[in-house]
């Protein structure tokens, strides 16, 4: 990367994580970083330390300190490596400002809200930093959703740029996918996993919250999957079900809503 880099007249870098790094541990007292307000994961970013989940300011939650050891990371520190690597000007696309492309003589570094389909673009290098990040996100649909980032961002080296992706797992589906050009490597490795996580491809899932008694409801219904938890009061099941039985899971709703027992649903919610 850093080779291709000093050649590159014209790159982008996408890195997915904002920000500079992450506090790690409290420099007053030596306590594990973490936001007083919440718990919360603190941040480095724009030159101030803030919680990744509240928004709160950076103090320890033990002393109140806020000087904090990083472990450096992220969007604004690959901007800083990038400087010293190649002799073009190096600019950052932060979240507010608007997409574009690089420019002649010129690396942008930016993330997911960077990449866009401006057509063929024509760069000499495309980097993937981090891809292993997103094998590490919440959620069913993660790396699907960074492989389609990543695709986008390297169709912008076409057509006799570089692509290079940094990982940990060059054998990972999909970095695979990536690599060969072949999304299919990445869908049929999905298939298997999604089948094993009890959300296979194709079923239809709903987020359902209501009362005490809504588990069973749901369970007379036979989902391939019926997850319970629970949120204060309320009895949150989250279901897969085979397409087939949506019409009835459908009508049983409306039923169950009436009587009180269902108080939300939400089709295919964000996993
Ligand atoms: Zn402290
Ligand atoms: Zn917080």
């Not at 094998?135 to 570089?162: C, D, M």
């Amino acid at each position: 990367m850093v080779s291709a880099l000093r050649d590159a007249r014209r790159g982008f870098l996408y890195s997915p994580l904002p920000g500079y790094g992450v506090a790690r541990v409290c420099r007053a007292c030596g306590e594990p970083a973490a936001c007083a307000e919440c718990g919360g994961m603190l941040r480095a970013e724009e030159g101030s330390v803030r919680c990744s989940v509240c928004g709160a300011e950076g103090r320890c939650a033990r002393c109140g300190a806020r000087n904090f050891g990083l472990a450096r990371g992220g969007a604004e520190r690959v901007e800083e490596w990038a400087r010293r690597a190649t002799t073009v000007p190096v600019v950052r696309i932060g979240s507010e400002d608007r997409p574009r492309p690089p420019g002649e003589g010129e690396v942008l570094v930016g993330g997911v809200e960077a990449v866009k389909d401006f057509g063929p673009v024509g760069l000499d290098l495309v980097g993937i930093l981090d891809a292993d990040l997103a094998a590490r996100r919440p959620g069913l649909s993660a790396v699907e959703r960074a492989l389609a980032s990543w695709f986008e961002a390297a169709a912008w080296a076409r057509p006799k740029g570089r692509v290079i992706v940094q990982t940990r797992s060059p054998n990972d589906p999909a970095v695979q996918a990536l690599v060969t050009g072949r999304p299919e490597r990445f869908h049929r490795a999905e298939i298997a996993r999604r089948a094993q996580a009890g959300f296979p491809v194709g079923a239809a899932v709903f987020r359902v919250s209501g009362t005490a008694g809504l588990e069973a409801e749901l369970r007379a219904l036979e989902p391939t999957t019926l997850l319970v938890s629970g949120l204060g009061e309320q009895t949150v099941c989250l279901l897969a079900l085979e397409p087939g039985r949506v019409g009835a899971f459908g009508r049983a709703a409306r039923a169950l809503a009436e009587r009180g027992v269902v108080t939300r649903v939400e089709a295919e919610p964000h996993l």
